[in-house]
């Protein structure tokens, strides 16, 4: 790609971001995603920035922070590289729906392939930003790219560009003559000053964003053409797996692999710092030879630690309280959460080509530029002679954050002096996986007056400890910033909070909504315990509570739509909670038959959510319908138990997440209308959705839930 020096751009706002154009035979424009957008809170008109004023030029350059590149190309099609990961989220879809909207395209004709890791600027995938973060760099390319192929059309046919229009991949002129895009892509790369302004339409004209969209990739998804790393056809890549230990980081003492090398298909056995690979002809002789394996380990440094010695040392690092206000009475509330597990359907797999002078890998991953660097430290490589590929993923919640099995991968290749896929067994993911850590709360809402006037949770979690003895560090992700119940989602007087914790070698990761999932939990089952002692109804309660308009919107969606308060048998009862976080809120009301105790089951949710402008309302309505059957999962039954250092579950078969039997009956889901542009909407409503079923089951039974998962 043949660039230009940079230009200064002509009359853009200080406040504005950089568009840039690169010289090319095709029409390309680059946007960094690090600048900020102008907000409607700071003056500008929502929905269009003032980066682009009329007839400004744009900045020209080709430095690697451009990280978001749209091109078309000689064929019609328009080609955007996304700097994130697509794990089942729908990212690409809501993108292609930005980029047409914009550009005047047929959705069919925009393509979204994934960015390799690159060497600069923001390719994390992760806290519910990927939309938020790509809405207006997005909207602004597709906008110039039209104004130039506008005026690429108005100088060819000598028309005043303001009288053109675009559709469908077309500029069409009044006299009815088209040019379609891929015809004027090489002219309109040329062009320096548009003849029509270039920035994005205003919500009112919008035409796809908005409307429900099926994604782009369902067709390949559900026929089995979507391609992840697994399918991957790597030259000389043999399948490889790994022995590991029983307990969770055990130590592997001595191994003997005459009998598995001596197997048919073996082509060699690697010793790892968390066990022994197998690389094999296929996964079947890589199973057998790993199984023929004979291995001598060491416990690992949990060996001594059961669930219950683990939750006494929480309960016993959870910080005091502060003095209540004077003359007021307390409702409190005490909570312990498991361990929970990711167990995204796709394993994990990575592949990898290991050179004496660089690599390559190729694997899902939400971070691909730490993994790069890791990776080039554990083989021993400059990070720019590292390459990483980002594949597509069958889900992850968090779980590839984290990139294991792309060290375990190098290191494998590495030593074999091959190229490897290496794949982790279900029971691998589940036993030496990333898990949620268990956490313990203790809330107390001070009373006075019939209102609240001081607010407190505090809590201890699990953290990860690492003593440099395996693989690279990279759990313990954390949400950052105040617990959510300090962010004043409630008018309750002073809110505060503070955390403690307690140190173990356990691989640890986070799992989606992170903190929040058990934060607000907690927090929206102590409201639903002062709305009691008050004898307010919780819905009430919550109206004339909650801080916000949209808290309060939504909460009033719900409790329209789910008919909150009516008659139920015996038995059965609902559940209603709010969340509001990354600039959205949500609520979700939840109806429960726990005529049998043991084996409560979840019939109705209802959900309303806020996101600002939904750019896909379907892939919406998905993530929220997948945050249900997360909160009902780690409410009512998926936990993750520790037996002497080892995790006893090994398979979904005891792993017990939510089954499509466990569904509820009836799902419905809100989404408000709104001008404010998007804010996060992936992870926002697992804690609502979790508390919800949790005050539901309280009312049902008259027992409030204090340790989840309920049955566990």
């Known amino acids: 790609m043949d660039r230009t020096e940079p230009t200064p751009a002509q009359g853009a706002s200080r406040r504005g971001f950089l568009v840039r154009t690169v010289a090319a035979a095709t029409l390309t424009v680059a946007a960094p995603l690090a600048c900020t957008t102008p907000s409607s809170a700071e003056g500008a008109a929502p929905g269009r920035p003032d980066l682009a004023e009329p007839g400004a030029d744009v900045l020209v350059t080709g430095a690697d922070e451009e990280m978001l590149v749209l091109e078309v190309t000689a064929a019609g099609e328009v080609v955007v590289r996304l700097p994130r990961a697509e794990v089942g989220q729908g990212i690409t879809t809501a993108v292609a729906m930005m980029i047409a909207e914009e550009l005047d395209a047929r959705l069919a004709d925009v393509r979204v392939p994934l960015a390799d890791a690159r060497t600069k600027g923001n390719q994390y995938t992760g806290g519910s930003s990927s939309v938020s973060s790509l809405y207006g760099p997005a909207r602004q390319l ?91 056809a790597v030259a000389g890549a043999k399948p490889t797996v790994v022995a590991r230990p029983p307990t969770i980081r055990g130590r592997l003492v001595s191994m003997d692999a005459r009998a598995a090398r001596a197997m048919p298909g073996v082509h060699a056995v690697v010793r790892l710092p968390g066990g022994a690979a197998v690389v094999a002809d296929t996964f079947h002789h890589a199973f057998a030879a790993r199984d023929a394996l004979r291995l001598t380990w060491a416990p690992g440094p949990l060996a001594a ?24 009475t307390q409702v409190t509330g005490e909570f312990a959460f498991a361990f929970v597990g990711h167990a995204p359907m796709e394993v994990l797999t990575a592949v990898a080509d290991v050179r004496p002078d660089r690599a390559e890998l190729w694997f899902s991953s939400q971070t691909p530029m730490d993994a790069r660097d890791a990776v080039a430290e554990a083989v021993g490589l400059r990070p720019s002679a590292v390459r990483v590929h980002v594949t597509r993923a069958g889900g992850s919640f968090g779980r590839r954050l984290n990139f294991d099995a792309a060290i375990e991968a190098a290191l494998v290749s590495n030593a074999a002096r091959r190229p490897v896929k290496l794949m982790w067994s279900r029971g691998d993911d589940i036993r030496h996986g990333r898990m949620r850590p268990a956490s313990h709360h203790r809330v107390r809402a001070s009373v006075s007056g019939g209102r609240v006037v001081a607010f407190e949770q505090v809590t201890a979690s699990v953290s990860e400890a690492y003593d440099g003895a395996g693989l690279a560090p990279q759990g313990g992700v954390r949400a950052s910033g105040p617990l959510p119940g300090t962010s004043g989602l409630y008018d309750f007087g002073r809110v505060s909070g503070d955390s403690g914790g307690i140190e173990l070698a356990m691989p640890l990761g986070a799992w989606r909504s992170v903190d929040s999932g058990t934060v607000r939990t907690a927090e929206e089952i102590v409201v639903d315990e002062v709305a009691r002692s008050l004898g307010r109804d919780p819905v009430a309660f919550r109206r004339t509570t909650l801080r916000t308009r949209t808290a ?81 999962s780690v409410v009512l039954q998926a936990g993750l138990h520790i037996d002497r250092g080892a995790v006893r579950e090994g398979s979904y078969a005891d792993f017990r997440y939510a089954r499509q039997r466990d569904a509820p009956l009836s799902f419905e889901a809100h989404i408000l209308p709104s001008t404010r542009e998007p804010g996060g909407a992936g992870e926002l409503g697992v804690p609502a959705a979790s508390a919800a079923v949790a005050n539901a089951c309280a009312r049902a039974t008259g027992t409030v839930p204090r340790s989840f998962p309920l049955t566990f």
């Open 305 to 328: 630690l059961s669930d219950a010695q683990i939750r006494a040392r929480l309960k016993a690092a959870v910080p005091r309280f502060r003095t209540p206000p004077r003359g007021s």
């Open 142 to 232: 597709a906008a110039t790219a039209r104004a130039r192929l506008v005026t690429a059309a108005a100088r060819r046919w000598h028309l005043p560009a303001r009288t053109l229009r675009t559709r469908d991949g077309m500029v069409v002129a009044p006299d009815g003559r088209t040019a379609t895009f891929g015809s004027l892509t090489a002219s309109a790369s040329r062009i320096r000053r548009t003849d029509v302004p270039q920035w994005p339409k205003p919500p009112s004209r919008h035409r796809v964003i908005g409307r429900p969209t099926t994604r782009i990739d369902a067709r390949d998804i559900v026929t089995g053409r979507a391609t992840y790393a697994g399918d991957l």
């Open 552 to 632: 309060r919107a939504v909460l009033g969606k719900v409790a329209s739509a789910g008919r909150w308060g009516r008659a139920l048998p015996p038995g059965t009862a609902q559940g209603v909670a709010v969340h509001e976080e990354y600039g959205s809120a949500v609520a979700c009301l939840a109806e429960i038959d726990a005529s049998d105790p043991k084996h409560p089951r979840v019939t109705k949710v209802v959900m309303a959510a806020d996101v600002g402008i939904a750019v896909n309302p379907s892939g919406l309505q998905a993530q929220l319908m997948g945050a249900a059957t997360d909160g009902i």
